[in-house]
Every structure is written in C-alpha cells, then in structure tokens.
C-alpha cells in the first residue's frame, strides 16, 4: 500500500498512468461506452464516477503544453452541452494544469479514443460525459 494515493485509483489504473509517456492519451469513458470494443486496453473503474476519477488522476498526470489542445470532449450535436462539463471545467481549473479543450462529434471522438493508451470505464450516468486526456511531460524543478 502506497501514502497519499486516492483510493479511486486502483493498482492497475495507477501502472497504466505510469507507463503512459508524452502524448499518450487516455479516456475516462461513461457507463453507455462501448469500451470492450473501443480498441484500446479496459481499465475497469466499476462504481466510480468521471468527475472524481478526473480530480484523483489529475493529481499525478500532467497535461501536454506542447499541443494546441490537451483535453478532449465528446460533443452532443446540440446548442446546450452536457451539464457534467461544468463540473469538468471546475475541477480542471483547481487542478493547476493549464488546459485546452476541444469538443469532438461523437464518431470523431470514437475515432481519436481507438489511438488512446488505454480507456477506463466508469460507472457515470451522465450522458456524453466522455473526455479523453493528453499526458504532458513532468517537470523537475
């Protein structure tokens, strides 16, 4: 058992963060994905929401500066946008990572997700609540 590591991030989702370099991306999916047959590897986070699997990974995984942008999410094709985006952005903001985000049309998401290091999929109920991260580099001060 490790310190300080939340307990929304399982063994095998905190090796995957590890293993994950420059420009890889991963998807935190919602309970309507079709994960099993996305491509990437599964990462299962059965019970668990996006919003709090966002705060804990953030926690750890820097955001590519080095691209235009570095957070991508699965739109839905209509005037008002999912409410969980909201909370998306809130925690984004507090994390400290400076972040771009770009809406995708849901087969252009489907498309970007198959190259995705790896998907992990929730539990969360909220409709078009997908968001792919981009994985930046660490700085060592």
């Not at 095998?12 to 999916?29: C, F, P, R, S, T």
């Not at 235009?68 to 507090?94: C, Q, S, T």
């Not at 790896?118 to 001060?141: H, M, P, Q, R, W």
């Amino acid at each position: 058992m490790l310190k300080n590591v939340p307990k929304v991030i399982s063994p095998q989702l905190m090796k995957v963060l590890m293993e994950m370099g420059h420009g890889d991306e991963i998807v935190l999916a919602d309970g309507n994905y079709p994960v099993e047959s996305a491509g990437p590897m599964v990462v299962r986070a059965d019970g668990l929401e996006v919003p709090e699997l966002l705060e804990a990974i953030l926690k750890f995984f820097p955001l590519d500066t080095f691209v235009e942008h570095n957070v991508f999410l699965m739109d839905n094709g209509k005037a008002d946008k999912p409410p969980i985006w909201k909370e998306y952005r809130k925690i984004l903001e507090n994390s400290g990572e400076k972040y771009s985000i770009k809406e995708l049309e849901r087969f252009e998401f489907y498309e970007r997700a198959k190259k995705a290091y790896c998907v992990v999929a929730t539990s969360e109920t909220a409709l078009y609540a997908n968001i792919i991260l981009k994985k930046g580099v660490v700085i060592f001060d």
